[in-house]
């Protein structure tokens, strides 16, 4: 079952949930029941009535993947913060940070096409042996809570904690991601009846704009233009009208998900950082990734860009800090493209973003020099006019359609 992906899973969703919002109008939380829920909704999402052991659907490969990924992360990240404990240097936190990263890494790998890999064992794909829904997301919030060990900004870690933070199933599949004490803070809170009651409000907001978004106008851009467009010949204008659509398809379809996975959140309490924040009304590239995937986007700014530049600056490497920041940016997006797979329309739109991102440093700094001569609101509009045009050529890229 995918979420989100029908009026079935909604269903089971808030049948489960009625409990939880009955005992949230009384000002009241079970933390067990809540896990239950989240147990459940797991099973039905990573059961499989074809691929699995001994024809039993919940014994499906992805469910198995599932815990052995999940058991293996725990052990990291227990196994660290007792040694870091001891003797906190950079090789033993590179050590472990490439531990974790290892299992989403031999999965790009699989699945990439410029390795030649077909993987299949019998019947089955090797990914499915392997792989499973979310692994990436899951994969980020590990990442977190290593790196704020290796930063004593963590100290001690519940275990039993650690597992409702990654298995949280709202943002099991795509997010949005999670911080640790973030989430931790928001489950451990007494939540009064007049918050509750704003929460499941906000909830229902959620949903129907997410409905309306994911399943009517990306729904109908899909079936109505996307589908219908022929790359025949390689058709200019059918490559501009491709690129227009799919770029509104791309952010009604994910940023409906992401209201969907914000909605039972909230209805548990939760309240998830949100994704998207009108990243079609940026000015410059620069805000439209604080407006677009935020969560993603804010996870590379801290973990990547923000680390490299401190580790470089800190030990001299580079003297010219926009030289440094430059480099920050190429590392960051590239590896982002990276981590959409290992395909050259990935790669290529997480370099082309980096150098739309290092042009913009260059423009900023000579805008400095040369301010604006043109009203406020007649710059903004240009901004925001070459802002989408670029991202959607942006898009063109990452769909593979380029060529």
């Known amino acids: 079952m995918i979420p989100y992906g029908d009026f079935q899973f909604f269903f089971i969703a808030l049948a489960l949930l009625v409990p939880v919002i009955v005992l949230g109008f009384c000002g009241r939380r079970n933390h067990y029941y809540n896990w239950v829920v989240t147990v459940i909704m797991l099973v039905l999402i990573f059961k499989d009535p074809n691929k699995n052991l001994f024809g039993i659907s919940i014994l499906s490969f992805e469910m198995i993947s599932f815990i052995i990924y999940i058991i293996y992360q725990l052990i990291i990240i227990s196994s660290y913060l007792k040694l870091v404990k001891h003797k906190n240097t950079l090789s033993l936190f590179i050590i472990f940070l490439v531990l974790s990263i290892a299992p989403l890494a031999a999965v790009k790998v699989i699945q990439s096409s410029l390795f030649g890999f077909t993987g299949h064992l019998g019947e089955f794909s090797i990914k499915s042996l392997i792989g499973f829904l979310g692994i990436s997301y899951i994969m980020f919030k590990c990442i977190q809570i290593i790196m704020e060990i290796r930063d004593r900004r963590i100290k001690t870690l519940n275990l039993f904690e650690v597992l409702k933070f990654l298995t949280f199933f709202p943002t099991i599949s795509s997010g949005p991601i999670d911080r640790y004490k973030r989430f931790n803070k928001d489950v451990a809170r ?214």
């Open 190 to 403: 007494e939540i009064t009846q007049e918050k509750y009651s704003d929460l499941l409000q906000k909830a229902i907001h959620y949903i129907f704009i997410g409905f309306l978004y994911k399943y009517i106008i990306a729904y109908f851009i899909n079936q109505k233009v996307i589908l219908n467009i022929t790359f025949e010949n390689s058709d200019l204008w059918m490559k501009i009208i491709y690129m227009y659509a799919y770029s509104f398809y791309l952010f009604f379809d994910f940023a409906g998900y992401s209201l969907f996975a914000l909605a039972f959140s909230y209805i548990m309490g939760v309240e998830t950082p949100p994704n998207f924040n009108q990243p079609f009304k940026a000015k410059n590239i620069k805000d439209f990734w604080n407006r677009w995937h935020m969560s993603l986007s804010f996870w590379f700014r801290d973990m990547v860009y923000m680390r490299f530049v401190f580790f470089i600056s800190k030990n001299k490497y580079i003297k010219n800090n926009f030289t440094t920041s430059n480099i920050g940016f190429m590392l960051n997006f590239l590896i982002m493209g990276i981590w959409h797979g290992i395909e050259w329309f990935y790669i290529a739109y997480g370099i082309y973003h980096g150098i739309l991102f290092v042009l913009y440093g260059y423009y900023e700094q000579y805008r400095k020099k040369h301010p604006y001569k043109l009203p406020v609101k007649v710059v903004d509009f240009i901004g925001i006019l070459i802002t989408f045009h670029v991202v959607a050529f942006g898009f063109l890229i990452f769909s593979g359609k380029l060529f």
